[in-house]
């Protein structure tokens, strides 16, 4: 395994909204199902084998022609591509991942690794509902080790297990939104994600099918057509309802208000 890095080109930023962030994200993990992952505004930090150079890179080329293209602007968006070199023993593995998990937090963009969504440490910890990584054998023990540190808390957090038993629909779309990494404008739409939030509503909100179909906006037939949420989709929304580390995800100029991460770079305007 080996440690990649890849930064912007000058003070280029490779997101300023969660559509754009969620670009990268979507075309470097479906290129390398099972590395590790963050993405920062200036930069992304990839663990994965050396044959997965040319797959970064590719991800990498799709994302700037995107982005020109949505910006409408043009010229180059990222430095080459460089390697840290080969990740040798167990240990050396471990603290690599622990660097990679904590460079929002070391970055002062959020205060926990779980609160930054464009990373794999979500993944890690079973707590996402589109894993690109498979979970760890102790979630808790590998979130503790992570963050442990003085940015968060020397001591470590813990993992969510609120079970709340009767969500409001806000705090649904919050925590599917968060779990499943989308906008709150995916969620409206015919998606595989408002497929998730109707099952997720009749499952563990006290709201009946005509009253989840006005919230979500579709028909009372397409409630009723809707499966069940899986028992493990569900356990790990109910887990996560109510914790301040698990927000919505908002697109730019999207209908809700959600959190928005100060960008820590020279551009101090920008927010995401």
């Known amino acids: 395994m080996r440690h990649f890095a890849a930064h912007a080109v000058d003070d280029r930023l490779l997101f300023l909204t969660w559509e754009e962030g969620l670009h990268l994200w979507s075309v470097l993990t479906s290129r390398l199902p099972g590395a590790v992952v963050c993405l920062m505004p200036n930069h992304v930090h990839v663990l994965a084998p050396e044959e997965g150079r040319g797959a970064i ?3 990498m080329s799709s994302h700037a022609r995107w982005l020109n293209h949505r910006r409408k602007l043009c010229g180059p968006l990222w430095r080459p591509l460089s390697d840290t070199g080969a990740i040798l023993g167990r240990e050396k593995w471990e603290r690599n991942i622990r660097y990679v998990h904590l460079n929002p937090c070391r970055a002062g963009l959020v205060d926990d690794p779980l609160a930054w969504p464009l990373s794999t440490h979500r993944d890690l910890v079973g707590l ?3 894993p690109v990584t498979p979970v760890r054998r102790d979630p808790a023990g590998f ?3 992570v963050s ?3 940015k968060v808390r020397v001591e470590g957090t813990m993992l969510p297990y609120n079970i709340l038993e009767k969500p409001t629909f806000d705090e649904l779309v919050d925590a599917v939104s968060a779990l499943v990494r989308c906008t709150d404008d995916e969620l409206r739409r015919k998606t595989s994600a408002r497929r ?3 099952r997720a509503a009749k499952s563990l909100t006290p709201l009946n099918n005509r009253e989840i179909a006005e919230a979500v906006g579709v028909s009372r037939r397409t409630v009723e057509n809707a499966a ?4 493990g989709g569900e356990k790990i929304l109910r887990r996560v309802f109510g914790d301040r ?3 919505l995800i908002v697109a730019e100029d999207g209908p809700r208000k959600g959190w928005k991460y100060r960008v820590n770079t020279a551009d101090r305007g920008q927010r995401l």
């Open 228 to 231: 069940q949420l899986d028992p």
């Open 245 to 247: 580390r698990f927000g």
């Open 196 to 198: 998730t939030l109707i």
């Open 148 to 150: 442990s540190d003085p």
């Open 128 to 130: 996402t509902l589109r």
């Open 143 to 145: 979130h503790r080790y």
């Open 57 to 59: 890179r590719g991800a």
